[in-house]
């Protein structure tokens, strides 16, 4: 685990005796500490390229072993149903709806109180795993369910706890990269997603296969078990190597942890963490509710989710096509594979280029085109091109859009994890509804899937929209940084200081 070291501020002091408000840091002189100051402009691209490549090894591969334990634990309810879960507990339908739809209950309320907190203690390797360490248990209890009351008290401390991991990620990230380099690392992180949505199945399928009735316990019984195991295991090797914060990070050179926290200095315009006692818990929620960005993203996010609410029941969509169950199944798998491929390409021309707008949108208008042509044909042809179409048409841009939540929304850093927790705690209600919207196939009969594919449709188009709004908000911004005027949350001062280490919002 990483140590506390103590490391000079990067920020030159505007006066003993006067106390750095944002009105005076906007004439605040941003000068690099004396190791970064003492490379050339080369060495520093080569120092700084190194030590990102460093921390990518780090941090990257296990955030996201641990988001695939997140999301595995989370949705693994879905495949359990098939593995004896219903039957042996003689749940209803209506139950069941209860027993998935309650998770999302305390997801929702634990996001915004777990993100202020863990900006609060700038402690994100022992607070991520420790919460992880519980998620992991409470699935491996869940095994241990004996009627509906107690799968409805699991699963809804399961969703309180996890609730902690992604909004807290998305912090974790943008506490170390700067804004043209978070879109890919959220891609990266938001893969876990995805690889785990691809093997859920299989490994439930295996122990399905191989373990029902292993020592009396039925197959989901096993599921729940072994899953948690791994992710207590997973939890526990994650103390030893994620790291806190920059500029209290042991296993970073002296030269490195000056240039990691000076990098994003020169980027918004402040430290992001110096200690404790520097953060409140409140005081930026109110910032984030006071923000008319943030209540614009919140509908611009919400929309997004919302229309990749198709995703959730992807098969009942493809089974619409005729096919038996394995060729369905088969045919759920392209889609993703495509996913996956355009995200990634997506969100690194978007850190490339620094733009945000053009990446989250275009794909929003492929999901609308692939939305209208599979509600309004019956063709299979056609159809199966819509389906491989509108899971890339609602992933590809949203990583982006998480993304452009700590670009607009950078400092102070408490409003900012406030803000990535209630944008992604709102945004997750739609998972309440959308289950509503779906019909179950009844025997013999295809469902008529013309309503859910209009609403998702209507939904990426709004976001399409808000996405249009937030970019004229943007822009106008940058103009008044342009003219020297004061704008919070950005690098203020006078036309020169400015444009010389000024912020600009990405559009």
């Known amino acids: 685990m990483a140590a506390d070291i103590d490391t000079k501020p990067v920020i030159e002091q505007i006066s003993d005796d006067v106390i750095p408000t944002t009105e005076h840091r906007a004439h605040a002189k941003l000068e690099p500490p004396p190791l970064v ?29 641990m988001y695939i334990m997140n999301y595995l634990d989370r949705n693994n309810i879905a495949a359990v149903r098939l593995a004896g879960l219903q039957d042996e507990l003689q749940l209803t339908s209506t139950q069941y709806q209860t027993i998935v739809s309650i998770l999302f209950v305390g997801y929702i309320l634990m996001q915004v109180p777990s993100n202020l907190l863990l900006n609060k203690t700038g402690k994100p390797a022992l607070f991520l795993p420790i919460c992880m360490i519980i998620w992991g248990v409470i699935s491996g209890a869940t ?11 699991c699963r809804f401390f399961l969703g309180f706890i996890e609730a902690v991991y992604f909004p807290g990620c998305l912090f974790y990230l943008s506490s170390w990269y700067t804004r043209k380099e978070l879109g890919f690392r959220t ?74 926290t000076y990098r994003l200095v020169e980027d918004v315009g402040e430290e992001d963490w110096t200690s404790s006692e520097s953060q409140t818990l409140f005081h930026g929620f109110k910032l984030a509710m006071a923000d008319m960005k ?81 509600a309004a044909t019956k063709s299979t ?20 859009a998480l993304a452009w939540i700590s670009n607009s929304l950078p400092r102070p850093a408490s409003k900012r994890a406030a803000a990535l927790a209630f944008i992604n705690a709102v945004s997750n209600t739609s998972s ?13 009969q295809q469902p008529n899937l013309t309503v859910p594919l209009s609403v998702d449709c209507a939904t990426a188009a709004l976001a399409i929209i808000m996405a249009a709004i937030m970019r004229i908000i943007l822009s106008r911004l940058n103009k008044k940084l342009d003219r020297g005027e004061h704008v919070e949350g950005a690098i203020n001062g006078v036309p020169g200081v400015a444009q010389e280490h000024g912020f600009r919002f990405l559009v």
């Open 37 to 65: 100051a003492a490379m050339s402009l080369e060495q520093r691209r080569e120092a700084e390229a190194k030590m990102r490549k460093k921390i990518d090894i780090r941090l990257l591969p296990m955030i996201i072993l």
């Open 143 to 153: 095994g241990a369910c004996q009627n509906f009351g107690g799968l409805v008290a």
């Open 187 to 260: 891609a990266v992180l938001y893969s876990g997603s995805l690889i785990s949505g691809a093997f859920g199945g299989l490994i439930t399928a295996g122990i399905k296969s191989n373990m029902d009735h292993t020592h009396g316990l039925r197959a989901w019984r096993w599921v729940f078990i072994i899953e948690g195991g791994i992710t207590v295991a997973i939890a526990l090797v994650a103390f030893f190597v994620l790291p806190n914060m920059p500029r209290t990070t042991s296993w970073l050179t002296e030269e490195e942890r000056q240039l990691a």
């Open 294 to 374: 943030t209540w614009v993203l919140t509908i611009l996010m919400l929309a997004i989710v919302s229309s990749a609410s198709v995703t959730n029941f992807f098969p009942t969509v493809v089974k619409t096509l005729g096919y038996n169950n394995v060729n369905t199944l088969l045919l759920t798998a392209p889609p993703y594979v495509l996913a996956v491929i355009t995200t990634y390409i997506n969100a690194w021309h978007a850190d490339r280029t620094g733009e945000r707008f053009l990446h989250i949108t275009i794909p929003l208008c492929v999901g609308v085109a692939a939305f209208i042509l599979c």
């Open 381 to 400: 042809a056609p159809r199966y091109v819509a389906m491989v179409l509108m899971v890339p048409g609602v992933y590809t841009g949203y990583v982006v």
């Open 432 to 444: 309440i509804y959308a289950s509503y919207m779906y019909p179950q196939p009844l025997s013999g």
